[in-house]
Structures are given as structure tokens and as C-alpha cells.
């Protein structure tokens, strides 16, 4: 195909003499493009609403979500993925990323990784992916060979799937059963899809699994409930989700937990029964 007919590759006239800014000029012309992305993801979000639907309904049934792409997008696939079980207290089973080159492309370029198609068949195959999971492909320009074929591949087997992507009537778009597509233009360094494109994508894979958990009782309020109180600082967190949520004291709160085994959701329950 013609890479430069795709919207992420074309150059931005507003940043064509960014190398002779200031510094400070320079910022100003990033800081305003970037401005342009949540009205581009406030475009979709009727359709970010579906999907958040279909995941929390894929999950509630036994089901998983399982993000997938190259290079920046795979890695905040993964990056969402990974920060799902200590802030909603999931199994890292129910949510995760695969990302093209598998984990060494999480730190360094795989040459030729977003283009090996049979791949992407293989890394799914691995995970036992199945037709009550869903899968949602992550491509800004919406033709990534790997990502395609996860697709088309979960397609096949009844699955349902999700694509995100960046350019307007893409092919991802095309085959994906909901399409996500937040058109965010040309990027302030032409063709560099790690800027608004990801921060674009960044904030759907927020909405998706933020609003998929709380579709699913892991929000109360606003708090996050099922937090993994893993270390000093959840567990602090965890002491004020307790007091915040029934008004107790922090002693009441830290002996609740302490007899839940720090589990905030838990406390609350016990001492919402002891109240009544």
C-alpha cells in the first residue's frame, strides 16, 4: 500500500519549523497538538461505550481480554494489561497484552515483528485463546500484519473483537467487529505514531478496562475497592477506601483489614454487617 496516504504519516504544517523553536516554542506547538486528542476520542465515544459493554460481558461470563500489537501499541496493551490486577485485584489471567516479538520488543525494537503474520496465530494459540474471550487489536495505522491477523484469526474461531486504530476507514476498522477509531492527524514529528496516537490510544485502553471494572462491582463510589494492597502505599490507600466508604476511624478501619487480610472491599462488607 501507500504508507503516505495514511493520516499518521503526513506532515504536520504546524510543527514544519519546530527544529528552529525554542525550547519553550517548541513545547507550545507539542503541548497544542496534544490538545486535539481527547476531542478526537470524545468523537468515538459511543462506540467506546459498546466495547466497554462487550468486554464487561465477556468477563462476567468466564471470559478474557486480550490486547494485541506492535510496537508502541503492543506495549501499552501491555501496559494496561499489566496494571489491571493491583488496581482492581483481577487474576492476571483475565486481562493481558501480546505484543509483536513477544517480551524482548517490550524494550527494544523487533526488526520484522509487526509484519509476521503467522505469529500472531501462534502467540494466541499459546494462550488457549478461545471464542468466549475478546480480542482487541491495536494498530494506529490500522494495517499491521500481526495485528490483522490476530484478528481475522479470532474472527475464525467466534471470538469477538475490537479495533483501534487511528486512521479513518482503515483495514482493522473494517474487519473488527466494534471499530475505535479516534482520528488524531498528523503527528507533530511525521509518522511518529508514539504521540498523539498513543496518548489517544492510551486514554480508550483506560476507558476499556476502567469501565469494564466497574461494570463488574470492582469500583465503589469512585474508590477502587478491590485495590491489591501490596505494598506501604496501598496499604495506606486501602485504610482511607476503608474510612472513606463506611466514615469509621483509621483504628476501626486498620482492625477490619487486619482481619480481612487487607482486603478493602472485604472490610467494608464486615463493617457495613456490624452496623446493621
Known sequence: ?????????????????????????????????????????????????????????????????????????????????????????????????????????????????????????????????????????????????????????????GAATVGISCVENSALAKISDIALTAVTGAEVITGSTRMKAGTATKMILNMLTTGAMIKLGKVYGNLMVDVNATNEKLRDRAKRIVIAATNCTEAEALAALKKCNGHAKSAIESMKILSR
Do not use: H, W
Request: charged fraction near 25%.
Open 1 to 157: 500500500m501507500d504508507f503516505s496516504e495514511l493520516t499518521t504519516e503526513q506532515r504536520n504544517s504546524a510543527s514544519a519549523n519546530i527544529d528552529k523553536c525554542s525550547t519553550l516554542e517548541m513545547l507550545k506547538i507539542i503541548n497544542d497538538e496534544d490538545k486535539k486528542v481527547a476531542s478526537a476520542v470524545e468523537k468515538i465515544l459511543p462506540s467506546v461505550a459498546e466495547a466497554v459493554e462487550l468486554v464487561a460481558e465477556k468477563l462476567s461470563g468466564g471470559g478474557r481480554l486480550f490486547y494485541i500489537g506492535a510496537g508502541t501499541s503492543g506495549r501499552l496493551g501491555v501496559l494496561d494489561a499489566s496494571e489491571c490486577p493491583p488496581t482492581f485485584g483481577t487474576n492476571p489471567e483475565m486481562i493481558q497484552g501480546i505484543i509483536a516479538g513477544g517480551n524482548a520488543a517490550l524494550i527494544s525494537a523487533v526488526e520484522g515483528a509487526e509484519d509476521d503474520k503467522s505469529a500472531a496465530f501462534s502467540d494466541l494459540a499459546e494462550k488457549n485463546f478461545s471464542d468466549k474471550d475478546v480480542l482487541v487489536g491495536i494498530a494506529a495505522s490500522g494495517r499491521t500484519p500481526y495485528v490483522l491477523s490476530g484478528i481475522e484469526y479470532a474472527k475464525k474461531i
